[in-house]
């Protein structure tokens, strides 16, 4: 009989199960598990379909970060490495390659947040831990928290570090990026019978 063939298009989904955050039984105060080799969104608790974002895509220091809906661009995409301080990480985003940074190195609340390039300044360390509601806090190393201004979720919306509160203005989600790839593959059958019990 004909050799008959048939092209099938295979999704093949690339994801390291390390990467799933785990929570703890008494979450509280507790660390996420962090694969440092893996990208993130940083969501907010306040709209989850908003995130941490890179104004404009730039690469310039100083470059603002803010809220933005999600839109899979490198401007949002931020991974996590660990310092030489206990507890704390550098957060470096995937676009620029630089890090989230605390303007000026200033401890005072309502000090912007922006991004630079990594010095290994106070400025610079972040430490996350989880809150009672399961949600996540980013913490600077000078105590003060990473927050939304004012509470906003409109895009745009700028971020700076403020005194804790416990409201979700200092909460967020972290997700992973998974990373897709499509791949065509030409499968051969001898007889129609193979080919209906591959279907």
């Known amino acids: 009989m004909k050799t008959m063939k048939r092209t099938l298009c295979l999704l093949l989904v690339i994801a390291s199960m390390a990467s799933l955050l785990v929570f703890p039984a008494s979450a509280a105060s507790a660390s ?11 969501a907010s608790a306040l709209d989850t379909n908003k995130v941490l974002d890179v104004k404009n895509g730039s690469k310039r220091n100083g470059a603002n970060i803010q809220l933005y809906k ?3 661009t490198n401007a949002q995409l931020f991974r996590f490495v660990k310092s030489s301080h206990d507890g704390y990480y550098y957060i470096i ?6 890090v989230i940074d605390v303007q000026n190195g200033s401890t005072a609340s309502g000090t912007n947040v922006q991004q630079y390039q990594r010095n290994n300044t106070q400025a610079q360390r972040w430490k996350l831990q989880y809150a009672a509601d399961g949600n996540i806090t980013i913490q ?8 939304v201004k004012n509470a906003e979720t409109k895009n ?18 972290l997700i992973p990026y998974i990373s897709r790839t499509y791949k065509t593959v030409e499968l051969e059958f001898h007889d129609l019978q193979s080919w209906m019990d591959a279907v």
């Not at 996420?32 to 940083?42: A, F, H, R």
């Not at 600077?140 to 927050?147: R, S, W």
């Open 32 to 42: 996420p598990i962090i694969d440092e080799g893996d990208y993130y969104y940083i």
């Open 70 to 72: 999600k839109n899979g």
């Open 93 to 98: 985003n995937k676009g620029s390659g630089k």
């Open 140 to 147: 600077a190393q000078c105590g003060k928290y990473l927050d």
């Open 156 to 173: 745009g919306t700028n971020f700076w570090i403020y005194t804790g509160n416990g409201t979700k203005a200092q909460k967020f989600v």
